[in-house]
């Protein structure tokens, strides 16, 4: 299983971005997809996820502005990040749980990271 992610970018602040993450490879289901982000001397923190019944949750930080979705027929979670701020900058990464056609057991995967850098 792979996790390609993109969308990242130079945006000025009060813009916008839409990442995408596409899972590829044996997947059978995916119960969650998930956006996490990590500035520079921070902690990884949880934006965003989206589960199988397309419940979804934010941080409180995003509110309002970021909007998660997938697309189940193309194992792909995108986020659209709205009125960015410079706080926003980070390297965003996604995260998937999912079950794999060979077993039961879910496992864990996660993108490579895309960078939103947001100039003031």
């Known amino acids: 299983v792979q996790l390609q992610a993109s969308g990242g970018g130079l945006v000025q602040a009060g813009g916008s971005l839409r990442l995408s993450c596409a899972a590829s490879g044996s997947i059978f289901s995916i119960n969650f997809m998930r956006w996490y982000r990590q500035a520079p001397g921070k902690e990884r923190e949880l934006v965003a996820d989206?589960?199988?019944?397309?419940?979804?949750n934010y941080a409180d930080s995003v509110k309002g502005r970021f909007t998660i979705s997938r697309d189940n027929a193309k194992n792909t979670v995108y986020l659209q990040m709205n009125s960015l701020k410079p706080e926003d900058a980070a390297v965003y990464y996604c995260?998937?749980?999912?079950?794999?056609?060979?077993?039961?057991?879910?496992?864990?995967?996660w993108g490579q990271g895309t960078l939103v850098t947001v100039s003031s």
């Open positions: 995260n998937v749980g999912l079950k794999r056609y060979s077993s039961d057991r879910y496992s864990y995967y």
């Open positions: 989206i589960y199988s019944g397309g419940s979804t």
